[in-house]
């Protein structure tokens, strides 16, 4: 048996999220699908770096799986592309040690989220940006993403379903880049619970519209009170950008 690494990236519009759920389409049901097919009916398991929610996209989810099957590793990509469905295709597959693990052996993680600010909607766009109509000051959600780097409960920026116990995390960068009509969040952290990303754009949306002061970050951290932060934004914005290991 050899463990192959695999990055991969997927459109979650059509998905119900990444794990597997009953009667749903999933993006861990169609990959494993997919693999018992090219092992002649037997059962593979797949193994992600984590889950992302209904209508979240990843460009650089990392995923495991044990295979007896003598394909040459640069032949992998080719050959799980011809039986992915179109809204899944592998990045790169590479060979790894049985002791690589895709969840357990990750150093960090980054996220994008991006919305456009246009005065009327985009159909094109429905699936893939928030449509955030509002003038937004860029320079006070800056200032409040700076509170939130570095290491702090995050236990006010996580839904309140989170079943983790331990909420402290470490959020290496918060960059906000303006591309054209388009605004994109880029978060660089440790690891995130249920919905941080989500919630944490919400509130810098906030302190972008003049609804909150940036100042307020440090009381809502504090707080560890789901309630004082800002809302949770919707998925069709978010990218599992990019998972880090230790190389």
Known sequence: MVRMKCVISYDGSGFAGYQIQPAKRTVQSEIESALKVLHKGEAVKVTASGRTDAGVHARGQVIHFDTSLPIPETKWVQVLNSIFPEDIAAIQVEAVDDAFH???????????????????????????????????????????ARYLTGTHDFTSFCSAKTEVKDKVRTIRKIAIVQEGEEIVFQLVGNGF??????????TLLECGTGKR????????????????AGKTVPPEGLYLWNVFYDN
């Open 102 to 144: 895709a969840r357990f052996s990750a150093t960090g993680k980054e996220y994008r989220y991006r919305l456009y600010t246009t005065p009327h909607r985009d159909p094109l766009k429905r699936f893939y940006a928030y449509h955030f109509p509002y003038s937004l000051n860029i320079e006070a959600m800056e200032e409040a």
């Open 193 to 202: 619970l249920y919905n941080m990303v989500r919630i944490i754009v919400g």
């Open 213 to 228: 002061s940036p100042e307020e970050i440090p009381e809502i951290l504090e707080a560890k009170d789901r309630s004082k």
